[in-house]
């Protein structure tokens, strides 16, 4: 079966610490995909990154930077240089497109940057 | 572009009354889905649709029904409604050109239901 596990329920930083955010997933497929949601005060989620499963290149976007780990079942973000803004409830999400395309959840991971 | 809007924002309802909350997306997109998000769970699929007509369960469908009218339009129904119900409620659209691409969800802003 699928499942996602984040195992920091929370995590408090101060402003301009760098903060890696922990993924571990089971799957038993070979082809799947990994993603990360973030969910501001707000609540409405926004899609962060989708990582194929054949692409185990790390990936950069500013501030972000996701790495992937297929030997440790592991897909990991880390914030660098954190900012007010970036206090979130970030999610991991697994699916499997041979199957339904249904997104597996994580339980979540509430960071909270304090300036 | 409006993208997903759900209403209502924030409801309360008695146990065994029914309600529908609405979703709708102007995307096209062809996959739509209904989540359910409780403290420490996460969030948990009910019900998605892969175009109109076609719906099918996902992980916690029990007390919930959805139908596909149109492509742009996923109500959720609740039958009769049971305090477990008390989440919040985020429906989801994507543009799936073929199955299996999993392109990125777009998320409504969220129905906060309660049932006293």
């Known amino acids: 079966a699928q499942k996602v596990t984040q195992a920091q329920t929370e995590i408090s930083v101060v402003e301009k610490e760098d903060v890696t955010l922990d993924c571990v997933y089971e799957?038993?497929?070979?082809?799947?995909?990994l993603f990360w949601y973030k969910q501001p005060p707000s609540g409405e989620l926004v899609f962060l990154i989708r990582?194929?499963?054949?692409?185990?290149q790390n990936e950069i976007s500013g501030r972000y930077s996701w790495n992937f780990q297929k030997s440790t079942s592991s897909f990991n973000f880390t914030i660098t240089a954190s900012q007010v803004v970036d206090s979130a409830v970030y999610f991991c999400?697994?699916?499997?497109?041979?199957?339904?395309?249904?997104?597996?959840f994580g339980t979540g991971t509430r960071l909270q940057v304090f300036p | 572009n409006a993208g997903v809007t759900q209403t209502p924002k924030f409801q309360v309802l008695k146990t065994g009354q029914s309600m529908t909350l609405q979703c709708a997306q102007d995307?096209?997109?062809?996959?739509m889905s209904w989540y359910r998000q409780d403290p420490g769970m996460g969030l948990r699929l009910i019900h998605y649709?892969?175009?109109?007509?076609?719906?099918d369960q996902g992980e916690v469908p029990n007390g919930y029904n959805v139908s596909r009218s149109t492509t742009e339009d996923f109500p959720l129904r609740l039958l009769s409604a049971a305090p477990s119900q008390t989440s919040v409620y985020f429906c989801?659209?994507?543009?799936?050109?073929?199955?299996?691409?999993?392109?990125?969800?777009?998320f409504g802003s969220g129905t906060q239901l309660s049932v006293l």
């Open positions: 990582r194929n499963s054949f692409d185990e």
């Open positions: 989801a659209s994507s543009y799936e050109p073929n199955p299996g691409t999993n392109e990125k969800l777009f």
């Open positions: 995307m096209n997109h062809e996959y």
């Open positions: 999400a697994l699916s499997e497109p041979y199957n339904t395309d249904k997104l597996i």
């Open positions: 799957t038993r497929d070979t082809t799947y995909y």
């Open positions: 649709s892969v175009g109109a007509g076609i719906t």
